[in-house]
């Protein structure tokens, strides 16, 4: 991930997944920009509105095509607004995000595209809040909708809750129960989630 003039980003990520009961694994790529358009996250009236776009490559498309996906790449659109309210919950600082994302990915891309009955792109919405209990530690959730178009796969929402720890500025902990639902014919993905990020 990159910045430019707290304005611009630009990202890269890879996702790897192992279906054992295929026993096979599954890796997307991921190239994402990212504009802040308007408004501010903790001044005025309108919140911070960001635009976006992802680019997906599905490296391994024969689970996917098998399971009735029409193709192994293509593009998600979203618009993202986020706003830091002060002393909103017994004088907690309380950070919200809400997303509206077109997409025609299944499952997030790691199972295709589209499908094979000509259903493609959808609005999807997701969630997040985020409760500061003081300066180093914040409570909250997550949640994110799929599409659900592949018939041989039950698509469930993503969601997690979970505990932060910022130690200082450029260092943030985060553990977190995740549930995925059924993944790739691998049912009741759900456990813990450790995560440390470090920026400079």
Not at 57 to 78: C, E, H, Q, R, W
Not at 130 to 150: D, M, T
């Amino acid at each position: 991930l990159v910045g430019f003039n707290n304005r611009w980003e630009l990202s890269f990520a890879q996702q790897t997944l192992q279906v054992k009961p295929l026993d096979t694994a599954i890796q997307q790529h991921i190239y994402g920009a990212k504009v802040r358009a308007f408004g501010d996250l903790i001044y005025g009236d309108l919140p911070q509105v960001s635009v976006g776009v992802q680019q997906k490559f599905n490296i391994n498309p024969t689970v996917p095509n098998s399971l009735g996906a029409n193709s192994d790449s293509s593009t998600d659109v979203y618009l993202s607004a986020s706003k830091l309210w002060l002393h909103a919950v017994a004088e907690r600082n309380l950070l919200v995000n809400a997303t509206a994302r077109y997409t025609d990915a299944n499952q997030t891309g790691l199972l295709g595209f589209g499908n094979n009955s000509g259903e493609d792109y959808q609005w999807v919405g997701e969630m997040s809040a985020a409760l500061f209990i003081n300066n180093n530690w914040a409570v909250g959730a997550e949640y994110r909708q799929q599409p659900n178009r592949l018939d041989s796969v039950e698509e469930s929402p993503w969601w997690d809750a979970f505990v932060a720890w910022f130690p200082n500025k450029r260092i943030a902990l985060v553990a977190a129960y995740v549930d995925l639902g059924t993944v790739a014919l691998w049912e009741k993905q759900r456990g813990g989630y450790i995560s440390i990020q470090i920026t400079n």
